[in-house]
C-alpha cells in the first residue's frame, strides 16, 4: 500500500510539474507576442477572440474585449472603400472555409475615423486529430505603402502631364521657327531647344514644383553677364510659367544679340520684376546703348514665339521702340505664374 501511494504522489508531482512547465511555456509565448509590433490575436472555433497583444490595441485605435466575434477592429472596409461585414472578413473566412487566407487587402477604421490599409494573416489551428480549434491572424499596416505608391502614381501623372506639354511646347517651336536657308533654321531651332533644356533642368532640379523666377532669368542671360542686370524680388513660379518664361527671355536676348543692346559691347540690359498691390507681375526689359531701334515691318519668327508665350501666360506685352533702345513690358497675374 505504501509503495501505491507513493507511486500515486510521483506521478501527480510529475503532472504538476508538466502543468507548470506549460504554463511557464505559455506565458513566455504571451510576453513574446506582447512584446512584437504587429497586431496579432486569436480566436476559437467559433471566431471568439481569446486572446490579442498590446499592438492590436494601437492598431484598432480601441480595447477589444475577448469574446468579440472575428476582429478586433471596429469597422472594416474593402480595399475599394466598401463596407465589409465582420462576419465576412478574412479571419471569419479562413474558419468557414477552414483554410489561411492571403493576399487580401482591407482598411480598418478607428473610433476616431481614421483609416488603416493593413494585409490580415488569418491561418486556421487544428489539433493532431484534424479538429478545428481556432485560428491566429496577423495585421500588417501597410498605409505606409500605400501611400508612397500614391505619390508614385501621382509623380507618374505629373511626369506625363508634363512631357505631353514640352511636346507640345516643342511642335509649337518647330512651327514658328522659320529661316532663309537649314543652317538658319538649324541654328534658331537648336538656340530655343536649348532655352527649353534649360528650364527644364531647373524644373527637374525642383521635383516638378515651382522654380525661383532669378534662377531662370540667370540662366537665360548667363552669356551676358557683363552687360545685364537682375534686379526683382524672390518669386516662385510653375514649371508651365517657367518653360514659357524661359523662351521669351531667350528671344528677346537673340533679338538684341541681332540687332540690340547685346550686338556691340557698349550695349546694356535690364531685367526687373516686381508684384503690385493688384496682385500682378510687371515684368521689364530695357535695352541701352544699342543701335537705334524702330518697329519693324513684318513679324519674324522670334516676336511670334514671344507672344505665343506671353498667351500661354495668359498676360499682356508691351513693346516700345525707343532712341535708346527696345523696351517690353510683361503684366501678368502673379496667381496664374
Not at 538658319?184 to 531647344?193: D, I, K, P, Q, S
Not at 537665360?220 to 518664361?245: H, N, R, V, Y
Request: hydrophobic share 40%.
Amino acid at each position: 500500500m505504501a509503495i501505491e501511494c507513493s507511486t500515486s504522489a510521483a506521478k501527480i508531482e510529475i503532472l504538476n510539474s508538466a502543468v507548470e512547465a506549460f504554463r511557464k511555456r505559455e506565458i513566455n509565448y504571451r510576453d513574446i507576442l506582447e512584446d512584437l509590433p504587429a497586431a496579432i490575436y486569436t480566436t476559437d472555433a467559433d471566431g471568439r477572440i481569446s486572446y490579442y497583444n498590446q499592438a492590436c490595441v494601437e492598431f484598432s485605435g480601441r480595447t477589444p474585449a475577448v469574446g468579440d466575434l472575428w476582429c478586433v477592429t471596429w469597422k472594416l472596409y474593402t480595399s475599394e472603400g466598401l463596407p465589409l461585414p465582420h462576419d465576412e472578413c478574412p479571419m471569419a473566412l479562413a474558419l468557414r472555409e477552414r483554410r489561411t487566407i492571403r493576399g487580401v487587402e482591407a482598411v480598418a477604421e478607428r473610433p476616431d475615423g481614421t483609416r488603416i490599409h493593413f494585409l490580415p494573416y488569418p491561418t486556421p489551428i487544428f489539433d493532431e486529430l484534424g479538429n478545428l480549434l481556432g485560428a491566429v491572424n496577423m495585421l500588417v499596416d501597410i498605409s505606409e505603402q500605400k501611400k508612397a505608391q500614391e505619390r508614385f502614381a501621382m509623380m507618374a501623372r505629373e511626369v506625363d502631364h508634363r512631357a505631353n506639354n514640352l511636346l507640345a511646347v516643342m511642335q509649337g517651336l518647330l512651327h514658328l521657327t522659320k529661316g532663309d536657308s537649314l543652317d538658319e533654321y538649324r541654328a534658331a531651332l537648336e538656340g530655343r531647344f536649348a532655352s527649353l533644356a534649360r528650364a527644364n533642368s531647373r524644373i527637374a532640379e525642383a521635383r516638378w514644383a515651382k522654380i525661383d523666377l532669378r534662377s531662370l532669368v540667370e540662366d537665360e542671360l548667363s552669356a551676358f553677364d557683363s552687360q545685364a542686370t537682375i534686379i526683382g524680388e524672390p518669386i516662385s513660379i510653375k514649371p508651365s510659367s517657367a518653360q514659357c518664361l524661359a523662351m521669351m527671355i531667350h528671344e528677346l536676348s537673340t533679338n538684341a544679340l541681332k540687332y540690340g543692346a547685346f550686338s556691340n559691347e557698349d550695349g546694356r540690359v535690364a531685367v526687373s520684376w516686381a508684384v503690385d498691390d493688384t496682385g500682378n507681375m510687371t515684368l521689364r526689359w530695357v535695352e541701352e546703348g544699342g543701335p537705334p531701334t524702330a518697329e519693324p515691318t513684318r513679324t519674324g519668327t522670334g516676336s511670334d514665339v514671344v507672344t505665343s508665350a506671353v498667351r500661354r501666360l495668359r498676360g499682356d506685352l508691351f513693346r516700345e521702340w525707343l532712341p535708346s533702345g527696345l523696351r517690353c513690358t510683361l503684366i501678368c497675374a502673379k496667381e496664374g505664374l
